[in-house]
């Protein structure tokens, strides 16, 4: 029998998918037993409100689900999926931040009961600051924000990513060259005497501060290029 198509309700969306091993798993145990009926597929106003990772295994392990309607409020309907979501996983203290600080903005936007940011971190039992930092990051770099919610990156990590993003998008200083005059210092480069244009250009086709600059990228995961050491192209500068 085929399955019917069923969209996915933003409360559902509120909280991460599984991780790609845990969905295959999720897929092999359903071929081998057939779908849980103690766990089935939660709808509310026609879309699923708990279930979306059974909802598409099912559909992967060509298995019939089972589903039952949810009958309520709207704030009925969250406060349900929080029960069945924000307490079932194993979410990093980043990922229940990020999920609280989500609530509280879909609940400033829906006409429902509105949450604050401290119950919204009592509620998911994680730091308060970290609510404040994730809904920051929400605000600022939605696609840092989604690396947070699935558990790609945690809140330490995504500040510091959007802080390098924006130095970077800083504007770029312009240096005028005038032969006439000595060029006494550059960047801890001295000189007493006249330096020459093509000499000049060898300089500022150089980072500066480069070993400043390399510091600030010591906290980048293993194996990842820090962008500020990146040449820049002579062009960008005035001469």
Known sequence: MPHKNYHFHPIAEMYPRMSHDEFNNLIGSMEERG???SHPIVLFEGKILDGIN???????????????EFEGTIDEAIIKSR????????????QKAMIAAKEVV???????????????????ATSLT???????????????AKLVFNGSMNIKEALYRIE?????????????????????????????????QSEYN?????????PLMASRCTHLPNGQNCPLLQIRDQSTFHR
């Open 164 to 196: 390098e993003i924006v130095r970077l998008e800083q504007p770029r200083p312009e240096f005028d060259f005038d032969s006439s005059n000595n060029m006494e210092s550059y960047d801890g480069i001295t000189s007493d005497t006249p330096i020459s």
């Open 202 to 210: 060898n300089i500022v086709e150089l980072v500066p501060s480069l």
């Open 106 to 124: 879909a609940s400033r936007v829906n006409n429902g009961v509105k949450i604050t940011v401290k119950n919204a971190s009592a509620i998911y």
């Open 83 to 94: 029960d069945l979501n924000a307490f079932r996983r194993h979410l990093s203290s980043s």
């Open 35 to 37: 779908f849980d009926s």
């Open 130 to 144: 970290y609510v404040k930092q994730a809904m920051q990051i929400l605000e600022k770099n939605d696609p840092i």
């Open 54 to 68: 059974r909802y598409l295994a099912s559909k992967e392990a060509n298995v019939t689900p089972v589903f039952i």
